[in-house]
Nanobody
């Protein structure tokens, strides 16, 4: 099994920044694609960003491209999501996920419990 634990969420003003972390433990995920998703109240979960664990290929949704940056530290088994220029519409629960498949479309096999990000206007 793979365990994913997100952290770093919080309340910030519009225009501010946050860095989310996803600590990965359990079986090795050296060949997994790691993704970030979010779900706002009353909306479906949506893809935010993904990174291939070894290849370093990056994927972003159009809504966050240029503002968010996904990265990983293999030595620490951790994936990060840097959120800059935050907007009220970025308010959501952010989830980390791991996929055995290449690319970013998944399906994703493991999910974290989520971390709340709230942006005030």
């Amino acid at each position: 099994q793979v365990q994913l634990v997100e952290s770093g969420g919080g309340l910030v003003q519009a225009g501010g920044s946050l860095r989310l972390s996803c600590a990965v433990s359990g079986r090795t995920v050296s060949s997994y694609t790691m993704g970030w998703f979010r779900q706002a109240p009353g909306k479906e979960r949506e893809f935010v960003a993904a990174i291939t664990w070894t290849g370093g290929r990056l994927y972003y949704s159009d809504s966050v491209k240029g503002r968010f940056t996904i990265s990983r530290d293999n030595a620490k088994n951790t994936v990060y999501l840097q959120l800059n220029s935050l907007r009220p519409e970025d308010t959501a629960i952010y989830y980390c996920a791991a996929s055995r498949y290449s690319g970013y479309t998944g399906p994703y096999d493991y999910w974290g419990q989520g971390t709340q990000v709230t942006i005030s206007s």
